[in-house]
Every structure is written in C-alpha cells, then in structure tokens.
C-alpha cells in the first residue's frame, strides 16, 4: 500500500467520525464517491466501517448513519467487487446493530433491509438471514432496557 493510500485511508476514516448521530447527506455522498474512486482499496474502507460498527465504544446511533453509508455505496458503486466485501459480513453487521441500537430506531434498519430486499441487493439466502424475528419476551426486555437508560440518562 501506497502512503496515498494509506493517507486517503486516515482521511477516509476521520470523514466516518464526523458523521456520530445524524445521517449527513453531504458526508455520505463524498464517502461513496470515495469509494466509488477508490475500488482496488474499498476492501480496506468497508473493513474501516465494519470495524466502526463492531466497537463497543460507538454508540448505537452513531451506527446508523454508517449503515446508511452501507446501503449509499450498495447503490452507488458500479462493480461486483463492491458487494463480494460486503457481503460476507453484512449479516453479522446487521443482526449486532439490531441488537445495540434503541427499539426506536430499528425501524430506520429495518427500511434499508426491506429496499435490499426489493431490489434484490443479495440473494433470498441473505435476504432471509437478516429477517429479524422478535420474541414478545426479548421485546420487552429490550423495551424495559430502552426505558431504563432514557432514564438514566435524564438523571445526569
């Protein structure tokens, strides 16, 4: 890797960093132009991002605008190679933002999937694996624990 590379990288990641909790359209269009340039390191972008949704130190809503920046380079990127790096990991991605993003905000998820699933993004397989099916037990559980932090929260 090139120090172009490597320094577009950095940039690359200080622009996801901007994004936190509102999905700003601007930053999501200059990221996927980036990796829309950039297709022999896209790869390593999307390692970045996958790597942003993984940490524990990000809050939930900050993931969103970069699942949303998912779906922008989906749709975006012309070439195959885009949704071969996505692909294999974006089961695991969805199901752990489903799981550390409020009840109120799942819908927001749930949207994106249900366009993938219109256009035919990923096959039936995929598709199927990232239908999320909710037990009324870890509904509410998840309900009384959204309940509790907004309260937490309001008390500091």
Same mark, same amino acid.
Request: glycine letters at 6%; a negative charge.
């Given at each position: ?6 320094? #577009?990288? /950095?940039? &690359?990641?200080? #622009? +996801?960093?901007? +994004? ?14 980036? /990796? ?17 949704? &993984? ?7 900050? =993931? ?11 749709n ?5 190679e ?10 695991a991605? &969805? ?6 993003? =409020?009840?109120?905000? %799942? ?12 256009? =035919?993004?990923f ?9 999320? %099916? ?15 932090? %907004? ?6």
């Open positions: 890797m090139s120090d172009d590379d490597t320094e #577009m990288i /950095a940039d &690359f990641a200080a #622009m +996801l960093m901007t +994004l936190k909790a509102h999905p700003d359209k601007a930053i999501i269009n200059a990221l996927t132009m980036i /990796a829309s340039d950039e297709a022999e390191a896209f790869p390593v972008l999307y390692k970045v991002i996958e790597t942003m949704m &993984f940490d524990k130190g990000v809050v939930g809503s900050y =993931k969103i605008p970069l699942f949303y920046l998912v779906d922008s380079m989906l975006n990127c012309e070439g195959e885009y949704k071969a790096a996505i692909q294999p990991t974006i089961v991605v &969805f199901k752990h933002l489903y799981g550390v993003v =409020k009840v109120g905000e %799942r819908g927001k998820l749930k949207k994106v999937l249900g366009l993938w699933s219109e256009r =035919k993004m096959g039936e397989e995929i598709i199927g694996q990232l239908q999320v %099916r909710e037990g009324r037990r870890d509904m509410w559980i998840r309900v009384i624990c959204d309940m509790w932090l %907004r309260k937490a929260d309001e008390e500091q």
